[in-house]
């Protein structure tokens, strides 16, 4: 049976996306961290790894694109998990006064959690603020995650579709240690960081105009290393291995002070 490992506890939307994606029955390995969920497939305790990247309310997850910088795993694979947030607890609606939930869930709520006027507490994990509310076991404080959640423990859901927009979704990578071969429809995301220097990222973005590549996304993360420094995330169309692809990649590199490629997948559409 495949292992694939998520970061949170059970019921997270990461252990939903992941039984999607594979469409076959598979054995989900909850980790803590973001960290420990690519550590354990590098060193072959799971086969797969799935990290959430990029919400479509509240943007990037800094803290996947951090990892995915150190990582050897590829990615091999991508996403879009629909996201249905639910009030959970044992109080009434009007009992509520504190929300708990990891803070990309807190966002994607916002609009509801200061319509209510409550007091909203980050926690590690959408799925394991249920597990803390359950344990608390107070009729003032609910949390905010899926009906798989509250089902797995037990927990009643107090209202449902409580997003700032119901049109709520995540994309999640799915890495191991292995590459993917060509399909019709491929995506390949790289990292890279650039001189600090004008025209310097305009030069690199240049060269995928030239050749009529279509840039996907673009994101920028601090170095950690040196103030105002930053990495470039890119996703463009088109797979490492197409000979167009790797003549581009080389010249990018020239144009760099460090380049990564993350890898080639098919290209995900939204269900």
């Given at each position: 049976?495949?292992?694939?490992s998520?970061q949170?506890?059970?019921g997270a939307?990461s252990e939903?996306?992941?039984?999607?994606?594979?469409k076959?029955k598979i054995?989900t390995?909850p980790?803590?961290?973001?960290?420990e969920v690519?550590d354990?497939t590098?060193?072959?305790?799971t086969?797969?790894s799935?990290?959430?990247v990029e919400?479509?309310l509240e943007?990037?997850?800094?803290?996947s694109?951090?990892?995915?910088?150190s990582t050897s795993?590829?990615a091999t694979?991508?996403?879009?998990?629909?996201?249905e947030?639910c009030?959970?607890?044992t109080?009434?609606?009007?009992e509520?006064?504190?929300?708990?939930?990891?803070?990309?869930?807190?966002?994607?709520c916002?609009?509801?959690?200061?319509g209510?006027?409550m007091k909203a507490i980050p926690a590690?994990d959408?799925?394991?603020?249920?597990?803390?509310?359950?344990?608390?076991?107070?009729?003032?404080?609910?949390?905010?995650?899926s009906?798989d959640?509250a089902?797995i423990?037990?927990m009643?859901?107090i209202?449902?579709?409580?997003a700032?927009?119901?049109?709520?979704?995540?994309r999640?990578l799915?890495?191991?240690?292995?590459d993917?071969?060509?399909?019709?429809?491929?995506?390949?995301?790289?990292?890279?960081?650039?001189?600090?220097?004008?025209g310097s990222?305009?030069?690199?973005i240049e060269?995928?105009?030239?050749n009529?590549?279509?840039?996907t996304k673009i994101?920028?993360r601090?170095?950690?290393a040196?103030t105002?420094?930053?990495?470039f995330?890119?996703?463009?169309e088109?797979h490492?291995k197409?000979?167009?692809?790797?003549e581009?990649?080389d010249?990018?590199?020239?144009?760099?002070l460090?380049?990564?490629?993350?890898?080639?997948?098919?290209s995900?559409?939204?269900s």
């Amino acid at each position: 049976m495949i292992q694939v490992s998520f970061q949170g506890e059970r019921g997270a939307y990461s252990e939903a996306a992941a039984r999607s994606f594979f469409k076959e029955k598979i054995e989900t390995i909850p980790q803590t961290t973001f960290a420990e969920v690519l550590d354990s497939t590098s060193n072959a305790k799971t086969r797969y790894s799935i990290l959430p990247v990029e919400n479509s309310l509240e943007g990037s997850v800094g803290e996947s694109y951090d990892v995915l910088y150190s990582t050897s795993l590829n990615a091999t694979g991508e996403i879009y998990h629909r996201i249905e947030h639910c009030l959970i607890g044992t109080g009434n609606i009007d009992e509520i006064d504190t929300v708990y939930s990891h803070p990309q869930a807190l966002g994607q709520c916002r609009k509801f959690i200061e319509g209510h006027d409550m007091k909203a507490i980050p926690a590690y994990d959408t799925a394991g603020s249920v597990k803390m509310i359950k344990d608390l076991d107070k009729r003032n404080c609910a949390c905010i995650a899926s009906k798989d959640a509250a089902q797995i423990y037990e927990m009643p859901v107090i209202r449902s579709n409580i997003a700032n927009n119901l049109n709520n979704y995540t994309r999640f990578l799915i890495l191991s240690k292995e590459d993917n071969d060509k399909t019709e429809n491929d995506k390949t995301s790289i990292i890279f960081s650039i001189k600090h220097e004008p025209g310097s990222l305009f030069r690199i973005i240049e060269k995928f105009h030239q050749n009529d590549i279509n840039l996907t996304k673009i994101e920028s993360r601090p170095t950690k290393a040196n103030t105002w420094e930053y990495n470039f995330y890119v996703d463009f169309e088109g797979h490492q291995k197409d000979v167009r692809i790797l003549e581009i990649l080389d010249r990018i590199k020239q144009e760099t002070l460090f380049m990564k490629v993350l890898g080639s997948y098919p290209s995900a559409r939204l269900s």
